[in-house]
């Protein structure tokens, strides 16, 4: 389940949690998630938010082995995990920022590769990935600026057979009929952050925990556009 999912169902955790602390009080308009929808294959477009949760739902619909190439930048050492995995990588410098940039090449197993996204799923996978007929493209093997927009930063395929795991886990609110007929869908997510709630005793004795830990008060508001019918949805959260 996507972090979008998880605020909409009230079924937030800690990863949903990792997923807002970077924002501050605010609007904070997100690059389109796409959805386009043929017979044959389904693509799935959106902004570096969406990297990782279009990872995981390709990984989980995968049936044949993956091949994943491409890098994990991170101020924190993941070497543990990746070796605990048995996947191999190479740790390079990454300039003018801090920790390094992991380079993976490497086939998984459909279980080995969703086991991999989901123990390193804090960090950005900015990982090309192929398996059958599914796979993943991203745009750099870097992060953008912070705060700039890049759209269709990351683009999924999925084949066609797979439309109802894509209803599910990325069209869950909108009714089953007026997606009937739909061939492309567009979604713009705004998060409307209206207070940071810190603990003011532990802000004391630990300001960057406390920061880490605060939680974001808010409204979620998803814009979805179905070949012109436009659907308006608002999620109230506290993560």
Do not use: W
């Not at 990454?94 to 490497?106: F, L, M, Q």
């Amino acid at each position: 389940m996507n972090y979008i999912k998880q605020i909409a169902t009230k079924k937030v955790d800690s990863e949903t949690h990792e997923a807002l602390v970077r924002y501050g009080k605010g609007d904070f308009v997100k690059e389109e998630l796409i959805i386009t929808i043929s017979k044959k294959n389904i693509r799935i477009q959106g902004g570096l938010d969406m990297v990782n949760p279009i990872q995981r739902f390709v990984a989980s619909v995968c049936t044949e082995d993956a091949h994943y190439k491409g890098t994990i930048p991170t101020a924190k050492d993941v070497e543990t995990e990746l070796d605990s995995l048995g996947v191999g990588y190479e740790a390079k410098r990454r300039y003018g920022k801090s920790g390094a940039k992991y380079e993976i090449d490497t086939p998984l197993s459909p279980a080995k590769a969703l086991e991999f996204i989901n123990k390193l799923y804090e960090f950005y996978l900015l990982l090309n990935v192929k398996s059958g007929g599914n796979s993943i493209k991203v745009k750099k093997q870097d992060t953008p600026k912070i705060g700039s927009l890049v759209p269709k930063f990351v683009t999924g395929e999925v084949s066609g057979e797979h439309l109802d795991k894509v209803k599910e886990e990325f069209l869950f609110d909108v009714d089953a009929s007026t997606l009937s007929k739909a061939k492309k869908i567009t979604i713009t997510h705004t998060i409307d952050v209206e207070d940071i709630i810190l603990d003011e005793k532990l802000l004391k004795s630990d300001p960057l925990k406390a920061r880490l830990e605060a939680k974001r008060k808010g409204t979620l508001r998803r814009k979805i556009d179905i070949g012109g019918d436009v659907v308006l949805k608002e999620y109230e959260f506290e993560v």
